[in-house]
């Protein structure tokens, strides 16, 4: 530089002679000066191309109009360093290389509840709103062809003597087990609170499945080495006929300009009237027994075929081919057998409960845990913590692992804490971390019936009441448990255990007398396993006690199943019980061991390899 600020505030020239001393302000302005000059050359550096690059019109502006003394640009002959030039960076001697030096750097895993996050339509709760989306437009449409084509009602002028009750659309997104939108969804349903007992309907009950019939039939099918399909009867309900006449308001947004004050006498069934589960089950079963499903004995390859297109001429079906996701559960086939899982399904409830972004944990209760009624303050909000146990049940037909906590949770619906909350985000961390895992049922087993009965003898502490737990197998794989609190109160433990092995005996039976109809022959007698001395030899031991008098009911019914050879009853050490798992918290190693002899299985390994039977040998080479 010509000229440099001394220390003292006076301005030295180039000659080494001292100028007329210059007041702050005059420095300020004169440094100011320099910065615009160093901005300035910094924006004629050459590029790397060869071609010098400017400032923008606004930056050369300013520094135009800004009034300040001419500073000539550096010469490099010049002895003198820049005040604007940087000191030379240091050279790294340190071996050790970064992510960042070597352009590697972790990607952001921004949505993780589900593959296809965004963009997330929103589901109408007006007719309004679904009139201003095509898509739901034409879902209501198809709704409402459905309902004239089955000749579900005809108008007819209303009587003062009728009750009319109201209706509404309800509109659902419908998923697949990835996340993707499979279809909108428009429902017409009645609205049946509006209903009267013993005069627009009577009797309302119709039958369930129940989880373990379908886990019998899904190991039945591996045994035999059947074809599972999968079907649905569109609008199902719309099938079955009412015995009582019901009146009910046109559709919102579709009201007959020619008769407007018209309502609709239903002839069929509708979504939401009291009789409509039972009326369609009426249906059904009638053309079942018409067709003589029970009783036919003919090929099974030929009788599937026929039945298919009987069932399409009488209804409106549709055929979903092999079953890979029923009712929640997905099923992931594998050369070794079937994976059932419901990951998608517990990924939606952390993502409705806010908690996809917990820390996982490997046990769903901690072994110190011990839950008891009134321990701490209520919760916040009670509703949510009975909705999010009301999920965790249903999520129990495919996981054993999680029996005895969303059994002993359960019994906090009526009066729930803040630890019980607690302890159910803990049972949500652990599905986190388990996200992949399944009930697995493997080929090739063979058709006998055993089961493992346990009880954790006066483990409530409000009560002093016993946890009944059993596991019900079929071959090699789990099809029935159940982990529940006994009504009464044992006095030792081997009464615990005994009436246990009682209600363990109850469900083998029935598994029993269920494959007998279904033309299933056991080779030998069904068998339970109880870590109980005492309460084996009260199954055998013909001797009645006097303090087992109170309990002579289940004495008396295991002991007369052993006694006529229908039920054995063995000793089992309590290392080999895997029914330990459904009474108690257990440490990790120990739940960890009996998770995997249950049949719980990651399903991430077999998702591979499902992959690779399923989908890669259909992938053709590029050309």
């Excluded at 520094?63 to 002959?77: F, L």
Aim: hydrophobic share 35%; glycine share 6%.
């Amino acid at each position: 530089m010509n000229q440099l600020l001394g220390s003292a505030g006076n301005r030295i020239s180039d000659g080494g002679g001292w100028a007329v001393p210059e007041t702050a302000e005059a420095a300020e302005e004169r440094l100011e000066g320099l910065e615009l000059h160093n901005i300035r050359a910094l924006a004629l550096i050459p590029s790397s191309h060869g071609h010098s690059t400017s400032l923008d019109n606004t930056t050369s502006s300013s520094c135009n109009e800004t009034s300040v003394p001419h500073v000539p640009s550096p010469q490099p002959q010049s002895s003198h360093p820049s005040p604007t030039t940087e000191p030379p960076i240091a050279s790294r001697i340190h071996p050790m290389t970064t992510r960042s030096q070597n352009n590697i750097f972790k990607p952001k895993q921004l949505h993780l509840t589900t593959k296809h996050p965004l963009p997330d339509p929103i589901e109408p709760t007006t007719v309004s709103q679904a009139m201003k989306d095509p898509r739901w437009r034409s879902a209501m449409a198809a709704e409402l062809n459905a309902l004239v084509r089955n000749g579900t009602w005809d108008l007819v002028p209303p009587q003062a003597h009728h009750n009319v009750v109201g209706c509404k659309w309800v509109f659902r997104i419908k998923r697949n087990p990835d996340g993707t939108i499979a279809r909108y969804k428009a429902r017409l349903v009645a609205k049946g609170f509006h209903q009267r007992p013993g005069v627009d309907y009577h009797d309302t009950f119709s039958p369930v499945v129940k989880p373990t019939t379908i886990r019998l039939v899904l190991c039945l099918a591996l045994n035999q080495g059947w074809n599972i399909r999968q079907l649905d009867v569109n609008n199902a309900f719309l099938h079955g006929s009412l015995s009582k006449e019901v009146f009910m308001q046109q559709p919102p947004g579709y009201i007959d300009t020619t008769y407007p004050s018209h309502v609709c006498r239903l002839r069929k069934a509708i979504y939401g009237l009291k009789q409509a589960p039972r009326a369609w089950y009426n249906e059904l079963k009638n053309f079942l027994l018409d067709y003589g499903f029970a009783n036919s004995k003919r090929n099974d390859n030929n009788f599937i075929s026929c039945f298919l297109q009987a069932l399409s001429a009488r209804f409106s079906i549709k055929d979903l081919g092999d079953l890979n996701y029923f009712l929640g559960v997905e099923v992931l086939p594998s050369s070794a057998g079937l994976l059932l899982t419901q990951h998608k399904y517990i990924r939606d409830l952390l993502t409705r409960t806010q908690l996809a972004g917990i820390k996982e944990v490997h046990t769903p209760m901690a072994t110190n845990t011990s839950l008891v009624l009134h321990d701490g303050s209520p919760p916040a909000d009670a509703t949510t913590y009975r909705s999010v146990i009301g999920a965790l049940q249903y999520l129990s037909i495919t996981r054993p692992d999680i029996s005895y906590t969303v059994n002993k949770l359960s019994q906090f619906m009526h009066c729930p804490s803040e630890t019980h909350w607690a302890a159910a985000k803990r049972l949500l961390r652990y599905l986190k971390h388990t996200i992949n895992h399944g009930l697995f049922l493997k080929r090739g087993q063979s058709l006998q019936l055993h089961a493992y009965s346990v009880a954790d003898w006066a483990g409530n502490r409000d009560d002093r009441t016993s946890t009944t737990g059993y596991i019900v197998y079929l071959g090699g794989n789990a099809i029935s448990w159940s982990s529940c609190k006994q009504k009464t109160v044992a006095r030792s433990s081997t009464e615990a255990e005994y009436r246990a092995v009682a209600s363990t005996a109850a469900e083998v039976l029935w598994v029993q007398s269920l494959l007998g109809e279904l033309g299933i022959t056991l080779t030998r007698p069904p068998s339970i396993h109880c870590d109980n001395i005492g309460a084996t030899y009260l199954c055998a031991n013909p001797v009645f006690h006097s303090k087992m008098k109170h309990i002579a009911i289940d004495y008396h019914f295991v002991r007369d199943k052993v006694s006529t050879g229908q039920l054995t009853v063995s000793y089992v050490s309590t290392h080999d019980q895997l029914a330990d798992a459904l009474t108690k918290p257990l440490p990790r190693p120990k739940f960890t061991q009996l998770c995997s002899k249950i049949g719980i299985s990651d399903g991430s390994t077999i998702l591979r390899g499902h992959v690779k039977e399923t989908i890669l040998p259909n992938i053709k080479p590029s050309q």
